[in-house]
C-alpha cells in the first residue's frame, strides 16, 4: 500500500511525502522502545509520538510512513529528519484504535 492510499483511507493530510512508500503491515503503539523491539520493516506506524525521536526509531525499525493520531501538529525539527531519513508522516482526526481498524487488512507488524 502507498502513502497516498493510506492518507485517502484515513482521510487524513499527508505532511511529509514518501512517494516510494510499500506498507505491508501496521504496528500500533506510543511507546517508541516497544515500537524499535517489535516493529519490522515495511510498516506503518500509528501513534501519537510527534517527536523527532519517532523518526530515528523509524530509520532504525523501517518503518515507511508515521499516522499521527488526534491531529497531533508536526515540529517542524521532525517535518525537517522525516524528510532527511525517507520517513512519510501524515495526521488524522482519527484515534490509534480507529486507524487500526481502518488498516486492519495489512498485516500485524513483527520483527
Known amino acids: 500500500m502507498t ?3 493510506i492518507a485517502t483511507r484515513l482521510d487524513a493530510t499527508v505532511v511529509v511525502d514518501n512517494p516510494d512508500a510499500a506498507v505491508t503491515a501496521a504496528y500500533t503503539s506510543d511507546l517508541l522502545s516497544d515500537v524499535m523491539g517489535h516493529c519490522g520493516d515495511e510498516s506503518v506506524l500509528i501513534t501519537i509520538q510527534n517527536h523527532l525521536n519517532a523518526i ?12 499521527l493520531c488526534h491531529n497531533r501538529p ?4 521532525m517535518k525537517a529528519a522525516a524528510e532527511r531519513e525517507g520517513v512519510g508522516i501524515m495526521t488524522t482526526a482519527l484515534s490509534q484504535f480507529a486507524v487500526s481498524v481502518k488498516l486492519a487488512d495489512l498485516r500485524p507488524s513483527t520483527r
Open 56 to 67: 530515528a526509531v523509524c530509520t532504525l525499525a523501517g518503518i515507511e510512513v508515521i499516522v
Open 3 to 5: 502513502l497516498k492510499e
Open 74 to 77: 508536526v515540529p517542524d525539527d
